[in-house]
């Protein structure tokens, strides 16, 4: 007669499966630790609202001059935990806008061709973005973007205005011919100094 319960050997087995299983979650995480980070990107977009309410979003700098409807901006990955910080954005324009509408932390040149912006801003997963709407009057030509987080220049970002008398919500502004395409620079933090040990 066998004196050996067979919950012995469930159990056994069981014990032997738990451990491959733990084995194979091992191996998996130290896989998933030798993947490559996400890349890191900071961008210049555009979004059209079309008259359905409907949004599209367009990773490009090539902003078609529809009234009303286009956005442009910026979304830039600065990194860190999410916290406030202070920003200072210049919006320069090539030629003068007939009508700027911005509040009460936004200064706009004389000439119309320039606004600044100082403000509290959040980072959010590393990433803050900021974005200005197309009005009638705003000009055809380079908008570009000056950026400072917390005293430091962060970054630039170069666009081409391009008219559009038909005022086709349907565009793509990624097919759009803009003579200075994703034109931008980031500026890199310098690395920080060691701490004398």
């Given at each position: 007669m066998n004196t050996r319960s067979p919950f012995r050997r469930t159990g056994a087995a069981c014990a032997l499966l738990a451990l491959a299983l733990a084995g194979l979650f091992a191996v998996e995480a130290a896989a998933q630790d030798r993947r490559p980070a996400p890349k890191v990107r900071s961008i210049p977009f555009v979004s059209i609202?079309?008259?359905?309410?409907?949004?599209?979003?367009?990773?490009?700098n090539a902003i078609p001059l529809l009234f009303h409807k286009a956005c442009f901006g910026w979304r830039m990955h600065v990194g860190g935990p999410?916290?406030?910080?202070?920003?200072?954005?210049?919006?320069?324009?090539?030629?003068?806008?007939?009508?700027?509408?911005?509040?009460?932390?936004?200064?706009?040149?004389?000439?119309?061709?320039r606004a600044t912006t100082r403000m509290r801003e959040r980072v959010v997963d590393g990433y803050m973005q900021r974005s200005w709407c197309i009005i009638p009057g705003d000009p055809p030509g380079t908008y570009s973007y000056h950026i400072t987080i917390d005293g430091e220049p962060r970054g630039e970002f170069v666009f081409c205005a391009l008219?559009?008398?038909?005022?086709?919500?349907?565009?793509?502004?990624?097919?759009?011919?803009?003579?200075?395409?994703?034109?931008?620079?980031?500026?890199?933090?310098?690395?920080?100094?060691?701490m004398p040990g």
């Open positions: 609202t079309k008259s359905n309410g409907q949004v599209r979003y367009f990773e490009t999410d916290r406030g910080v202070s920003l200072v954005e210049v919006l320069q324009t090539s030629e003068p806008a007939k009508d700027i509408i911005a509040g009460p932390e936004t200064e706009v040149s004389a000439d119309k061709m008219a559009m008398p038909d005022q086709n919500e349907n565009i793509d502004p990624t097919e759009l011919n803009c003579p200075n395409k994703f034109q931008g620079v980031e500026h890199r933090r310098p690395p920080a100094a060691a």
